[in-house]
């Protein structure tokens, strides 16, 4: 899960700010033009499009999906907002509203900031894993000697706790694994092989 102090930074990165702002003034035009957010609020609201999509995957958002959703974007919001309206809690109903029109131009804004912030096109990921279950060892030195940003990043969208990353027993629905795996594909995540070893710790 990211902190403030994360978005704040990856904010600060040109492509991403630019990226950011073209959004904001897009959705907020026509979804919510009243809705007052500044620019670290509504990237952390582009953070939680992913998370949004696999609640959203059997087409419905339960009152459980709802508050932890809730919980997730609380921790993200600039200054945190105990007592009065969260803004990124309040701008993720528009969002929820009509996420399938919004999602590709979300998606597109997350592999941009991915590409950027973690060098994508400099790293040497390691090799693609083989056919069949993961090997656990493999997938945890793959974890560790990858880009810690990059982690965050697959921990953050999937995840509810950070620290389940190592983990090789993480159950998920059908729905929701189809989900992961086309945002993943969306935001050319499947083309490293930490995640495509990721995918493979679930049941």
């Known amino acids: 899960m990211f902190t403030e102090y994360e978005i704040e930074s990856m904010i600060e990165y040109p ?10 003034k897009d959705f907020l035009k026509t979804e919510a033009p009243y809705l007052e957010i500044n620019d670290e609020d509504f990237f952390s609201l582009i953070i939680m499009a992913p998370t949004i999509g696999i609640a959203m995957a059997d087409g419905k958002i339960t009152l459980f999906e709802e508050m932890a959703l809730n919980k997730k974007a609380r921790k993200l919001s600039k200054g945190g907002y105990f007592m009065k309206k969260d803004p990124v809690v309040y701008a993720m109903k528009f969002l929820i509203k009509n996420y399938y029109n919004w999602s590709d131009k979300f998606m597109a804004v997350l592999k941009e900031t991915i590409k950027v912030t973690c060098g994508i096109n400099e790293l040497d990921l390691g090799r693609p894993p083989g056919e069949g279950d993961v ?66 710790t679930f049941k």
Do not use: W
């Open 135 to 200: 090997d656990y060892n493999e997938y945890r030195q793959a974890v560790l000697h990858s880009p810690y940003l990059l982690i965050r990043f697959i921990a953050s969208f999937f995840l509810e706790n950070d620290e389940d990353i190592i983990n090789q027993n993480h159950k998920i629905g059908k729905e929701e694994y189809q989900r992961m795996i086309l945002i993943g594909e969306k935001l050319e995540l499947d083309k490293i092989p930490v995640f495509q070893m990721f995918c493979k």
């Open 15 to 24: 492509e991403v700010k630019e990226a950011t702002k073209t959004l904001k």
